[in-house]
């Protein structure tokens, strides 16, 4: 009781209300995967296209294997690149990557890929944006 008097006190000498930040109730558990990568070099990037911000960036990443981008995206935008240079030539070569939210076993909602051609030193790019609907699990990142 002593404290509850004391806290009171100092709220009433001018202290600092506390105004908690509003979590986002639609904020998301992003992840990127480099699904596949024919080409010596591989890069996979993720941002929000709207504010430019970079939520991923990475060259000759892992195949396979899901890195976290974001623990907590509240935008409504997103855009996906997969890069794929320096093939070899002889046939064409590719990249594939996606990006997933949520979940234990979260399935794919947002995916690039791309292909060369057969020409030694050939790269390939593909942009791909989406609008994250309804449908994408989200989190809680609350407290």
Do not use: W
Request: hydrophobic share 35%; glycine share 14%.
């Amino acid at each position: 009781m002593v404290l509850a008097g004391c806290l009171a006190a100092a709220c009433n000498k001018g202290g600092t209300e506390f105004i908690p930040t509003p979590v986002p109730v639609d904020a998301r558990l992003l992840t990127v995967t480099l699904d596949s990568c024919g080409c010596p070099e591989c890069r996979v990037a993720l941002s929000n296209p709207t504010t430019g911000e970079g939520l991923y960036n990475r060259s000759g990443g892992p195949i396979g294997v899901a890195a976290v981008a974001a623990s907590c995206y509240s935008g409504k935008d997103l855009r996906l690149i997969v890069e794929c240079g320096s093939c070899a030539g002889g046939a064409p070569c590719g990249a594939t990557a996606s990006v997933s939210a949520g979940g234990t076993t979260p399935t794919p909602f947002l995916q690039a890929a791309c292909q060369t051609l057969a020409t030694p030193g050939a790269d390939c790019q593909d942009d791909e944006s989406v609008t994250i609907g309804p449908s994408v699990p989200t989190v809680n990142c609350g407290p």
